[in-house]
């Protein structure tokens, strides 16, 4: 179960590292499958790529002209584990603790570095808040969990971010170059493990470079969302939520991920010890400490309408580290 100060740090800061959260089986079986994915996407290579995109991998073209696998989406699709793993009471505890309300996984997606890829993710806010339009951040917190499969160096290009600045709607990081956002406004590099994982809020800017190692490095990603949040910020987007909608999610898919849990064996959100519960209104994290609905209405007004212009602009310095 997440600390008081776990939970603070992630309001905070935007992002939360979770050391050490998957092991054992589960995390052997992930890497596994993930990496059939990662193969599977890999030999759509040279003119074959618009074979691997209809298997909804993405290749994105080099430098050097040539193209290069960097993405799956569809993983619950793929096999029971990335389902069984999403519904991982532990991670669905700790979830429920920072959203304070009841939320589904939407959707979910893999991101792959390849050895020596030149595939950098520019530095970017993730949707609604990519579009300037997006000028204020719903105070339903709005994150993505990323499951790291293998280690996550700066080498091998692993993500950065830039802390505090999640509250404040759109940032105009454009105007900026990509040398500018990871050197001169408080960007950390956030280096993880197999088996770590991260709360990224879909509003924080982020970023990162290529890989220049001979080493893979690979996340699973799954976006989980409050009824608010998919109502709001994706007006009840059918490809955000698989084409169920929330309720369809929470009395179907979520269940049915479950099976696909038991059926290895593992124990899921019955066990009381993680006092978390699903109705039609999502999964629902029943004890203490946990977030109060809507906390980020609160964090927000608790700024002065110069402290948001300023983090819109980039222009306002405070010392933050992801991982303190
Ligand atoms: O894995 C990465 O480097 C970043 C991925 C990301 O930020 C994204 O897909 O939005």
Redesign the pocket.
């Known amino acids: 179960m997440l600390a008081q100060t776990d939970i603070d740090r992630f309001h905070r800061d935007g992002f939360l590292v979770l050391r050490g959260f998957f092991s054992g089986d589960e995390l052997r079986m992930l890497q596994e499958e993930a990496t059939k994915v990662e193969q599977e996407g890999i030999s759509f290579q040279a003119d074959q790529v618009d074979a691997g995109r209809k298997k909804h991998h993405s290749y994105r073209q080099q430098e050097d002209k040539s193209f290069r696998y960097f993405?799956s989406e569809e993983m619950w699709q793929r096999h029971p584990i990335f389902q069984a793993v999403t519904v991982n009471p532990k991670l669905l505890q700790s979830i429920g603790q920072c959203v304070g309300e009841g939320f589904v996984p939407a959707n979910d997606?893999f991101?792959c570095?390849t050895p020596h890829s030149d595939v950098p993710?520019h530095w970017?806010q993730?949707p609604p808040y990519s579009n300037p339009k997006s000028s204020e951040t719903l105070g339903v917190p709005n994150f993505?969990v990323?499951i790291y499969l293998q280690p996550s160096t700066i080498e091998n290009?692993?993500?950065w971010g830039i802390p505090a600045h999640h509250l404040v709607g759109h940032v105009d990081i454009a105007r900026f170059s990509e040398e500018e956002l990871f050197n001169n406004f408080g960007a950390v590099p956030i280096e993880m493990e197999p088996g770590d994982v991260l709360f990224?809020c879909l509003s924080a800017p982020?970023?990162?470079v290529g890989n220049t190692t001979a080493d893979t490095r690979s996340?699973f990603?799954v976006h989980y969302m409050a009824r608010d949040v998919a109502k709001v910020s994706y007006k009840d987007a059918d490809w955000i939520l698989q084409g169920k909608g929330f309720v369809g999610m929470a009395t179907e898919a979520v269940p049915e991920m479950m099976e696909h849990r038991r059926s290895f064996g593992w124990d899921g959100i019955e066990n009381p010890d993680y006092q978390i519960s699903l109705a039609p209104e999502g999964i629902q994290f029943n004890g203490r400490p946990c977030s109060p609905p809507r906390h980020w209405d609160t964090l927000i007004q608790q700024m002065s309408p110069e402290e948001i212009e300023q983090k819109q602009n980039l222009a306002f310095t405070a010392a933050a580290a992801i991982d303190d």
């Open positions: 993405r997606s991101v570095k993710i970017h993730d993505d990323d290009g692993c993500g990224h982020h970023g990162s996340i990603y």
